[in-house]
């Protein structure tokens, strides 16, 4: 049988704070839409406000997927063992690997040395278990309502909905015996296991490139108020200036870099798993466009 968590805050919780960032981010775009850009007043208010959005976006990620995780977690009780699965990942137990399945209020200490992200009805992350050992919780109810699987490697905290029910349940099976042997593992998601989420080379030219065509957004920032209204925005082979626009087109330089940086990752993931070398070479040839518009930025400036 397969069973769901019980119920708890733990989903209501996470979209609560997704959009205690999603407003928080409206709020800082309006400041920045509103109030400077019909004006062309950009400055360093409106970088650090732009700034603070994109900054919001990998929390936005990590609430999302943890979000989806505790509503997704769910346990399969079977003659064969127990299985466990919560946001890309599955915990195969094998019947013959469970010493014996305690509810959570038998067990006296407290949890000490607690990791990972949780937040109310969102129980997740790894700990010790004075006496027992290692445990991970994969359940969305505290402690004293979890069923805690004993294991010879580790305790598992699960929170099956009717729990009482679930204890019998298993205990019935594991008195028939397995008619299939299971093997102890844990079995992630392909996208989980994608060697580039290690890959500190990667990280770092494309976290170059960006940091770079950020800075460059910064420094446009906070020289703007200064600028005239109309610059030299192109000069023909005899150096003389053949083009005049406005300020805000200085903007473009910047953009642009960043529509590369985007295409490049974006070519260079789909080229990532076949040809590393090709994937890097892109990824650097964004981060070197950056420093090309950066020299256009001062030579336009000076």
Same mark, same amino acid.
């Given at each position: 049988?397969?069973?769901?968590?019980?119920?708890?805050?733990?989903?209501?919780?996470?979209?609560?704070?997704?959009?205690?960032?999603?407003?928080?981010?409206?709020?800082?775009?309006?400041?920045?839409?509103?109030?400077?850009?019909?004006?062309?007043?950009?400055?360093?208010?409106s970088?650090?406000?732009?700034?603070?959005?994109?900054?919001?976006?990998?929390?936005?990620?990590?609430?999302?997927?943890?979000?989806?995780?505790?509503?997704?977690?769910?346990?399969?009780l079977?003659?064969?063992?127990?299985?466990?699965?919560?946001g890309?990942?599955?915990?195969?137990?094998p019947?013959?690997d469970i010493?014996?399945? @305690? =509810?959570?209020s038998?067990?006296e200490?407290?949890? !000490?040395? &607690?990791? /990972?992200? #949780?937040?109310p009805?969102?129980?997740?992350?790894?700990?010790?278990?004075?006496?027992?050992?290692?445990?991970?919780?994969?359940?969305?109810?505290?402690?004293?309502?979890?069923?805690?699987?004993?294991?010879p490697?580790?305790?598992?905290?699960i929170?099956?909905?009717?729990?009482?029910?679930?204890?019998?349940?298993?205990e019935e099976?594991?008195?028939?015996?397995?008619?299939?042997?299971?093997?102890?593992?844990v079995?992630?998601?392909?996208?989980?296991t994608?060697?580039?989420?290690?890959?500190?080379?990667?990280?770092v030219?494309?976290?170059?490139?960006?940091?770079?065509?950020?800075?460059?957004?910064?420094?446009?920032?906070?020289r703007?108020?200064?600028?005239d209204?109309? @610059? =030299?925005?192109?000069?023909?082979?005899?150096?003389? !200036?053949? &083009?005049? /626009?406005? #300020?805000?087109?200085?903007?473009?330089?910047?953009?642009i870099?960043?529509?590369?940086?985007?295409?490049?990752?974006i070519?260079?993931?789909?080229?990532?798993?076949?040809?590393?070398?090709?994937?890097?070479?892109?990824?650097?040839?964004?981060?070197?466009?950056?420093?090309?518009?950066?020299?256009?930025?001062?030579s336009?400036l000076t």
């Amino acid at each position: 049988m397969t069973v769901r968590a019980r119920a708890s805050l733990g989903v209501p919780l996470g979209l609560l704070f997704i959009a205690v960032v999603g407003v928080i981010d409206w709020l800082l775009l309006s400041i920045v839409l509103t109030h400077q850009l019909p004006n062309e007043q950009i400055n360093s208010l409106s970088f650090l406000c732009g700034l603070l959005v994109l900054s919001s976006l990998p929390v936005l990620a990590i609430l999302a997927y943890q979000t989806i995780s505790c509503a997704s977690l769910r346990y399969r009780l079977d003659r064969n063992g127990i299985v466990i699965w919560r946001g890309g990942r599955r915990w195969t137990l094998p019947i013959g690997d469970i010493q014996e399945i @305690l =509810p959570g209020s038998e067990v006296e200490g407290d949890i !000490v040395k &607690r990791q /990972g992200l #949780r937040w109310p009805g969102h129980e997740r992350g790894e700990g010790q278990l004075p006496g027992r050992g290692q445990i991970r919780f994969l359940a969305t109810r505290p402690l004293p309502e979890q069923l805690l699987i004993m294991t010879p490697a580790q305790v598992f905290a699960i929170s099956p909905r009717q729990p009482e029910q679930f204890l019998t349940a298993f205990e019935e099976r594991r008195l028939l015996g397995p008619n299939r042997l299971l093997e102890s593992e844990v079995q992630h998601a392909a996208w989980l296991t994608w060697p580039f989420w290690t890959d500190h080379v990667a990280w770092v030219l494309l976290g170059s490139a960006l940091v770079i065509n950020l800075l460059l957004f910064g420094f446009l920032s906070v020289r703007f108020p200064g600028l005239d209204l109309q @610059l =030299p925005l192109h000069f023909n082979s005899l150096g003389e !200036v053949d &083009r005049i /626009g406005g #300020r805000m087109e200085l903007f473009a330089l910047p953009i642009i870099g960043l529509i590369i940086l985007g295409t490049n990752l974006i070519l260079g993931l789909a080229l990532y798993r076949w040809e590393r070398a090709g994937a890097y070479l892109l990824w650097g040839a964004a981060s070197a466009a950056q420093i090309l518009f950066w020299l256009a930025t001062f030579s336009l400036l000076t």
